[in-house]
């Protein structure tokens, strides 16, 4: 067992212009831990999880990976030290396949590459992660199927087979239903438990309450960019600060 947290967020605190985006926040994140991030639209979700993966810098405080201060390490040498993330919008190649696309991700992270213009060459070790990456997802079947024609659900899938596939050590997942069709909440729901049971640290920004309260061990609460609070799914829900500050919003 490490005796640090997984990720650990001090004092961070992010500055545009004359706006406070981001302000003393401090959050630690255990290995193995699934956390929730919810909060109304504009409470800084999104900007924290930039700041985590290195899109943004902090304008004060520190982030530290594994016990290790990333604070001014750029996007990829954070996703080769096990930071991996998915995005509100589809990252995938929609001309290629799903099994070129998870490959596609396997080859960046075993060539190092960023760029599919500095793309290594294929290996059947990419080959393979794919494919496990793939059946983790339950999409094995659906490997030679074209990106474009998937339905909503099975491409959120396909972007996580792309993240298992760089085997990432922490997982951030930026609203993973948002468009899903309902039907397809439960499957998406049973991936995301896939990832967590497989011993990553997963963290979801997500708006629907029902899905993270049903997965995650705690909640940390997002309000005008701060950290209301970091705490089990009931105590959040019980916590008055939150209940005004948050659930007294529209969402
Ligand atoms: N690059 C930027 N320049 C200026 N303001 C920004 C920038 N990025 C974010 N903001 C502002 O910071 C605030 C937080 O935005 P952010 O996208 O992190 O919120 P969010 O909680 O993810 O919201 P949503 O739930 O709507 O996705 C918003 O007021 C937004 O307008």
């Known amino acids: 067992m490490t005796d640090h947290p997984m990720l650990a967020l001090?004092?961070?605190g992010l500055r545009i212009g004359g706006a406070r985006i981001l302000h003393d926040v401090s959050l630690e994140v255990r290995t193995g831990e699934m956390l929730g991030v919810i909060g109304p639209n504009g409470a800084g979700k999104t900007t924290l999880f930039n700041v985590i993966s290195g899109v943004m810098k902090p304008t004060e405080g520190v982030v530290a990976l594994d016990?290790?201060?990333?604070?001014?390490?750029p996007i990829h040498r954070r996703a080769a030290a096990g930071l991996g993330r998915t995005f509100q919008t589809s990252s995938l190649f929609p001309a290629l396949s799903?099994?070129?696309n998870v490959r596609l991700a396997a080859q960046a992270h075993a060539g190092g590459a960023t760029s599919v213009l500095r793309m290594p060459r294929r290996t059947d070790a990419a080959t393979e992660a794919a494919f496990a990456a793939l059946a983790e997802v339950g999409l094995a079947d659906r490997a030679d199927a074209e990106a474009s024609g998937l339905a909503h659900g099975e491409k959120r899938k396909v972007e996580i087979a792309m993240l298992i596939a760089m085997n990432p050590k922490v997982v951030l997942l930026d609203e993973p239903m948002a468009g899903v069709a309902s039907g397809d909440?439960?499957?998406i729901t049973e991936v995301i438990r896939g990832l967590h049971r497989g011993?990553?640290?997963?963290?979801?920004v997500e708006h629907h309450m029902d899905v993270v309260l049903g997965l995650v061990d705690r909640v940390a609460v997002m309000h005008h960019g701060e950290l209301l609070a970091a705490d089990t799914p009931e105590a959040v829900m019980a916590n008055p600060l939150v209940q005004s500050a948050y659930l007294g919003e529209a969402v």
């Open 10 to 12: 001090e004092h961070v």
């Open 67 to 73: 016990g290790r201060d990333v604070t001014g390490e």
């Open 98 to 100: 799903v099994l070129e």
């Open 185 to 187: 909440v439960p499957a």
């Open 199 to 204: 011993g990553r640290t997963v963290l979801m």
